[in-house]
């Protein structure tokens, strides 16, 4: 039962009780407990969950039915090998956001289309909590640790201590675990420097890691290991091309509506943000400023507002020519991120209409 006014929290609510409804098998990964409220630790609401391949496409046609029923927006669907990402945001009339990205895993976890868990072994272990079916313990902090470590180098200071006690907790699954993926060797480098709490200490052992994972993968997965992996270069490529984060480029006119509208839409925008200023007079100027500053930010979803100087030269996909900061402005600043924009474009340049 819903227990929230906020359009988000009854839409996910919505959402997760429909695909109950519809026998959709999924396992929510993280971050679940204050489901269906974003967690109270953090700035934003992002929700990683596993959906079974075969039910992929009818979750997605749940999501975008149900965020129009809702009278939400569907901001952007990034595919990635992985994980097709869906932003859906509340825009009030006020111009104020609130919204939450849903991260839906496919095919298992894996590192650049290499296997350690197939989505079978992961939700045949699912459990109830709530009304929203999560992984298993065992699952969802090994995954906190191994995911951060073979795709940043690092481990998340708040995921730790839970880490460390479903170590202790679960030893001998913990330690079969490792000893079939990474080899006996390396399982028990691995194991002591969990005996003695040094997580940090397990990341030098990353290329090792990697170079048993690519192998169990291939031996255990092999069909699906190669399709992955193809598809993993297909849409990390598309993504060089065709980036998708925002940038919005703000004339002299309209530069005062950057602070507030940057605010609300950095809610749905989740990688990293920058407002920037550009004064370059000429085509080559804006493509060095544009793929030195703005790329490394766009290519990874997130967020550049740029402020340009009076006669700039710079390439935007779409003017906009506006009155007032709004929810108007926020909507065509986030629905602006629903085209694909080549690399080396802006997605939107503003200025003031005039009277």
């Given at each position: 039962m819903n227990t929230s006014n906020n359009p988000i929290s009854?839409?996910?609510?919505?959402?997760?009780?429909?695909?109950?409804?519809d026998g959709v098998q999924y396992a929510i990964l993280r971050n679940y407990e204050s489901l269906p409220e974003k967690p109270l630790d953090t700035d934003y609401f992002d929700l990683d969950l596993l959906v079974a391949s075969k039910q992929l496409d009818f979750y997605i046609e749940s999501v975008y039915r149900l965020a129009k029923k809702h009278n939400l927006k569907v901001i952007k669907k990034i595919e990635r090998e992985y994980c097709k990402t869906i932003r859906v945001a509340y825009i009030s009339t006020a111009g104020h956001v609130t919204s939450v990205q849903l991260d839906s895993h496919l095919a298992g976890q894996n590192w650049w289309g290499f296997f350690y868990l197939t989505e079978a072994q992961i939700l045949i272990d699912r459990s109830l909590y709530k009304s929203f079916f999560v992984v298993s313990d065992f699952h969802r902090h090994l995954f906190n640790w191994l995911d951060k470590l073979l795709f940043g180098n690092y481990v998340k200071e708040k995921y730790k201590p839970d880490i460390l006690r479903i170590f202790n907790e679960c030893n001998q699954e913990f330690s079969s675990f490792l000893t079939k993926v990474f080899g006996r060797p390396l399982s028990e480098k691995l194991q002591l420097r969990f005996e003695s709490n040094d997580l940090e200490g397990t990341l030098i052992y990353r290329g090792e890691m990697i170079n048993k994972l690519r192998k169990y993968s291939l031996l255990n997965f092999p069909l699906l290991t190669g399709i992955s992996i193809l598809k993993f270069y297909y849409y990390e490529l598309r993504l060089y091309l065709f980036p998708p984060?925002?940038?919005?480029?703000?004339?002299?006119s309209s530069s005062h509506f950057i602070e507030d509208s940057f605010g609300e839409c950095k809610k749905v925008i989740l990688g990293d943000q920058a407002i920037l200023t550009y004064d370059g007079v000429s085509s080559f100027a804006w493509l060095k400023?544009?793929?030195?500053?703005?790329?490394?930010?766009?290519?990874?979803?997130?967020?550049?507002?740029?402020?340009?100087?009076?006669?700039?030269?710079?390439?935007?996909?779409?003017?906009?020519?506006?009155?007032?900061?709004?929810?108007?402005?926020?909507g065509e600043v986030l629905a602006s991120n629903n085209t694909d924009i080549l690399a080396g474009s802006g997605n939107l340049y503003i200025t003031i209409m005039s009277d």
């Open positions: 009854v839409f996910v609510q919505d959402l997760f009780d429909s695909l109950n409804n984060g925002i940038s919005c480029l703000f004339d002299e400023f544009y793929f030195l500053k703005v790329f490394p930010i766009v290519r990874k979803g997130g967020l550049a507002f740029i402020k340009v100087a009076k006669n700039s030269q710079f390439i935007a996909k779409q003017n906009l020519k506006t009155k007032c900061l709004g929810s108007d402005l926020v």
